[in-house]
């Protein structure tokens, strides 16, 4: 009976949806995918707080109804967008902006469960009036951000001969121009290209047959040759954007339990990072013929991230190194400092500042210097159970906090 009545929540929902309606304009301080507008962890914001009270940022709402999970948020316009479990099923909820009350909710497949909690890993990426979304369970659908509408749907995993990695898939779909990115794992499809208005295949990698890591990609134009880069069950790689093609395969950066981190890309320049003992690698690389060459510059024991990212502010490098947060000099590798923050987790960037979010329910923000850690202000968050570990968000002058079905906006923007 329980189920049922979720069941009939979640299509009373769905029915509610406004049809029609046109978003808002866009605000020009939107986080729409997975790590902000550039998949940096940067946000381009301003006038924001240089320290906080005791007790935190002042909360300028809170809701509790977005299912189980683990993925962040996307910030589009008016909406707000994150994916979660309800009733079994893997959702997406386009809640309102500016007080979290829901617009509409979405079931897109069979929500996954295992050892390390239930519910989807990824973010949802917003590109116009569309939205794509890839579940634990490889269900990847396009909607149409004003009411959830479903424009097509495939699963990867079936399609493309993958199968489920052991903590089940985490990726964040990748839009670039016409095409929509992902990573299935299969055979002779390692990475594939979907056309983003129909679905359709336009290409698969097939040079590659990493299964798929825990990883999602990004994109840069490297000296004329556009290029996709992620870290996969087995490499760091790179891929040519037009067509699919295999360009390096760097697999010192790789462990055998859980690659986690998106790379990071500055200065013609590739960073990629793992934990269980491996480290990180910087490699250089060189458009030559219409290909991309990747040489390793250094490697380095000192950033081991495991699954909170990293990001690179005027030519420095933070990230957590197992647990303690870490500032490397990008281009040397050369520690600046070390400090055991608020304990393992995330961050990004903004105004100056780190925004960190422990596994372990703290807060916190610290100053983006390599002069020396120095803490600004830190919470703690209520304990959901499951590590804390959603990607904190900055946007429209708020930070935004995702822990399992509860998400929290904070004001920080100085008065």
């Known amino acids: ?58 909360s300028a709402w809170s809701t509790s109804n977005l299912g189980a999970g683990f993925g962040s948020i996307s ?52 590109d116009g009036d569309r939205l794509y979304v890839l579940t634990e369970s490889g269900d990847l659908a396009s909607l149409r951000v004003q009411d959830g509408a479903i424009g097509w749907q495939r699963n990867i995993l079936q399609d493309f001969g993958g199968r489920n990695i052991d903590w089940l898939i985490s990726e964040s779909p990748l839009v670039d121009g016409n095409n929509v990115i992902v990573s299935p794992g299969g055979r002779g499809a ?30 840069a134009d490297v000296q004329g040759v556009r290029t996709i880069m992620t870290l996969t069950s087995e490499a760091g790689i790179g891929v040519r954007a037009s067509d699919g093609k295999l360009m390096w395969h760097h697999p010192a950066v790789s462990n055998s339990t859980a690659n986690i981190a998106s790379p990071v890309f500055f200065d013609n320049k590739v960073f990629y990072s793992s934990n269980y003992g491996t480290g990180g690698a910087l490699l250089s690389l060189r458009s030559q013929n ?44 050369k520690v600046m400092w070390r400090n055991r923050s608020v304990g393992k987790g995330s961050l990004a960037y903004a105004d100056g500042s780190l925004y960190i979010l422990s596994e372990n329910n703290v807060v916190g923000m610290a100053d983006a210097s390599p002069a020396g850690y120095r803490e600004t202000g830190r919470f703690r968050i209520s304990d959901q159970g499951w590590p804390s570990w959603a990607h904190p968000v900055v946007s429209g002058g708020r930070l935004y906090i995702r822990d399992q079905g509860i998400l929290t906006a904070y004001n920080i923007r100085a008065k």
Request: net charge positive.
């Open 75 to 126: 910030v589009s316009r008016d909406r707000i967008y994150v994916q979660g479990m309800r009733n079994s099923q893997s959702v997406v909820s386009a809640l309102n902006r500016a007080d979290g009350k829901l617009v509409w909710v979405r079931p897109i497949g069979r929500a996954s469960d295992n050892d390390r909690g239930p519910g989807p890993r990824g973010t949802p990426t917003v």
């Open 190 to 219: 390692g990475m594939v290209a979907l056309d983003k208005a129909t679905g359709k295949t336009v290409w698969v990698s097939k040079e590659l047959n990493d299964r798929a890591g825990y990883a999602s990609p990004i994109v």
């Open 290 to 333: 219409g290909e991309v060459r990747a040489q390793e510059v250094y490697f380095t024991r000192d950033m081991q991230n495991h699954h909170g990212g990293m990001v690179v502010v005027n030519g420095y490098l933070y990230g957590f190194h197992n647990a303690i947060l870490t500032c490397l000099e990008f281009a040397t590798g």
């Open 1 to 58: 009976m329980a189920r049922l009545l979720v069941a009939c929540v979640v299509l009373m929902a769905c029915a509610a949806a406004p049809r029609g309606q046109t978003p808002a304009p866009n605000t020009g301080t939107d986080w729409p995918q997975w790590r902000g507008p550039s998949r940096s962890a940067i946000s381009p914001e301003t006038g924001l707080l240089r320290s906080w009270p005791a007790a935190g940022p002042p």
